[in-house]
């Protein structure tokens, strides 16, 4: 299985990041028509049962899941990202909304978590694993640092299967998004991107393999709105 999203570095995408931060919310909800706060909604729901304690939001961007994450009381949420404007956002998020004293923010790579083992009680990330230099690692390093009996949650694009929605949507996702995105943030790149990224990110029983092979266990997915997102799960033993 390909591991490293082709042509795209680390520093490419951090760039990348960069550039659409300031239009970064807008686009998200726009383009997704409101549905990924309900999608991040669904992935606290899933993680409430647990009652973490300590949460790591891995590739937290402008920090819209650590800030959905607070509604299960968790003593403490770390958000990281390697995109520094990404990051001032939900900086400045977190301090309109109070919530400094629960999240703190740190700029690191996925690939190499500047955390000791079993530090957290939950590990998230929300669209950010297909964007990781290297997926296994990323994934790896979010079940190094999680305590044995803790949960990873990863929410990602997936593409629905079958019928005409499934075509109504992969145009909109290939042709208009792309051209929408671009328009409004001025990076044609980063908006053609995103369906290129999904295009190869594994889905469904491939990601569950790769949690397997990582060392996940009790794994399970959740397809939502027609499969246009998925959400996975593993524990650590
Ligand atoms: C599509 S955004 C998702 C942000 C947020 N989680 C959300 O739900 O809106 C992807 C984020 O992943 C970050 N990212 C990409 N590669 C990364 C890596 N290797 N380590 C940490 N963050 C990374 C980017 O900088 C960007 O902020």
């Known amino acids: 299985m390909e591991n490293t999203l082709p042509g795209k570095k680390p520093e490419e995408i951090r760039r990348m990041f960069n550039r659409i931060s300031h239009r970064y919310d807008l686009l ?26 300590a949460i790591l939001d891995v590739a937290t961007g402008t920090g819209d899941l650590a800030i959905a994450l607070t509604r299960i009381k968790p003593q403490k949420i770390i958000g990281t990202d390697i995109a520094e404007n990404m990051l001032s956002l939900a900086h400045i998020k977190i301090y309109r909304k109070k919530l400094q004293h629960i999240i703190e923010l740190k700029y690191c790579h996925a690939e190499a978590l500047p955390f000791p083992d079993a530090a957290f009680d939950a590990t998230t990330v929300a669209f950010g694993a297909r964007n990781f230099g290297d997926i296994e690692k990323g994934l790896s390093e979010m079940l190094r640092v999680l305590k044995p009996g ?5 929410l990602e694009f997936s593409k629905p299967s079958k019928g005409i929605f499934s075509r109504i949507y992969r145009f909109y996702f290939k042709h208009v998004l792309p051209w929408l995105g671009g328009w409004i943030s001025g990076e044609n790149k980063a908006y053609r991107y995103l369906p290129e990224s999904v295009d190869i990110f594994p889905e469904g029983a ?32």
């Open 150 to 154: 803790g949960g990873a949650w990863i």
């Open 28 to 53: 998200n909800h726009l383009l997704s028509g409101g549905m990924d706060f309900f999608w991040r909604k669904r992935l606290v729901s899933l993680v409430k049962p647990f009652h973490p304690n």
């Open 206 to 237: 491939a990601m569950l393999a790769l949690l397997e092979k990582v060392g996940y266990t009790d794994l399970s997915s959740l397809r939502l709105s027609g499969g246009m997102v998925t959400i996975y799960s593993g524990q650590k033993k």
